[in-house]
Antibody, heavy 116, light 108 residues
């Protein structure tokens, strides 16, 4: 069974930093592209970032470009999102998701709240 | 960036009846469209991909149709567990993949 478990969310002040993690199991993590997708409270889904299986290809949404960094460690079956210069509008549940075309499996999400 | 527009924002339907949800793309996405179901407090779940292919384990009462810019998700006979928010997503032109704003399907 595919499992994706996010962690690292919490309350952070504007301008602060946070690192999210996603632990994968139940599939060959190193063979799959993975993403971060977020959902602000009461809002729709917004794709944040993509990383290919070998980390050779990385993309970001314009809204986070230059502030967020996606990375992965295939030896640890883990995906990361380093978030800097956080803004109020980054407040959301952050999901990791396997695949892209489509997003076949999702974790349960971790809540990031940016507030003073 | 391709803009996805879902309608209606909220749909009220009685159990056992048919529900029809729409999704429109600002330009053609061919058949590269997916539908997801999301229940309160849960992650989205993939229902349909390639506009009309059901994901593993999805009941036959869910069907998708359309291509180009106009797409439809039909639930043929609503069960209590089907009341949720439904999102469409295009993955034809990326990055970025883009989602619609969601349709809330509620019990009438």
């Amino acid at each position: 069974e595919v499992q994706l478990v996010e962690s690292g969310g919490g309350l952070v002040q504007p301008g602060g930093s946070l690192r999210l993690s996603c632990a994968a199991s139940g599939f060959a993590f190193s063979s799959y592209n993975v993403n971060w997708v977020r959902q602000a409270p009461g809002r729709g889904l917004e794709w944040v970032s993509y990383i290919s299986s070998t980390s050779n290809t990385i993309y970001y949404a314009d809204s986070v470009k230059g502030r967020f960094t996606i990375s992965r460690d295939n030896a640890k079956n883990s995906l990361y999102l380093h978030m800097n210069s956080l803004r109020d509008e980054d407040t959301a549940v952050y999901y990791c998701a396997k695949g892209l075309r489509p997003l076949a499996d999702w974790g349960q999400g971790t809540l990031v709240t940016v507030s003073s | 960036e391709i803009v996805m527009t879902q309608s209606p924002a909220t749909l009220s339907v009685s159990p056992g009846e048919r529900a029809t949800l729409s999704c429109r793309a600002s330009q053609s996405v061919s058949s590269n469209l997916a539908w997801y179901q999301q229940k309160p407090g849960q992650a989205p779940r993939l229902l349909i991909y390639g506009a009309s292919t059901r994901a593993t384990g999805i009941p036959a009462r869910f069907s998708g149709s359309g291509s180009g810019t106009e797409f439809t998700l039909t639930i043929s006979s609503l069960q209590s567990e089907d009341f949720a928010v439904y999102h469409c997503q295009q993955y034809n032109n990326w990055p970025p993949v883009t989602f619609g704003q969601g349709t809330r399907l509620e019990i009438k």
